[in-house]
């Protein structure tokens, strides 16, 4: 859905909004009682910065930057995905016993 200027209730700075890292969604409460919600690959793939109310017709403008934005879940140490793997001490204690 194309947002239009009647529909835009705000502009919210992303540091305003709660981030669930679990759904990787930034939300923000909807004067409805519901909450606007925006993905964090749309953000980071630039796909769009409007928040959408799944209840009402509502929307907001989010207002970020890009390298402001938390890696993904599959991004590795240099944002590469795939690249980099995060092992507790014990398994890496065990990777060494079987070497």
Do not use: W
């Not at 909004?17 to 409460?29: C, E, F, K, R, S």
């Amino acid at each position: 859905m194309a947002a239009t200027a009647d529909n835009i209730y705000d502009e919210i700075e992303i540091e305003d909004m709660t981030y669930d890292a679990t759904l990787q969604i930034y939300h923000y409460p909807c004067p409805c009682g519901d909450r606007f919600e925006i993905s964090l690959d749309d953000l980071r793939e630039g796909e769009t910065d409007i928040g959408v109310c799944p209840s009402c017709s509502l929307q907001i403008r989010v207002i970020y930057e890009i390298e402001d934005l938390p890696r993904s879940k599959e991004a590795g140490p240099e944002g590469q995905k795939g690249a980099g793997t995060v092992m507790s001490e014990q398994q890496v204690a065990a990777l060494a016993a079987a070497a």
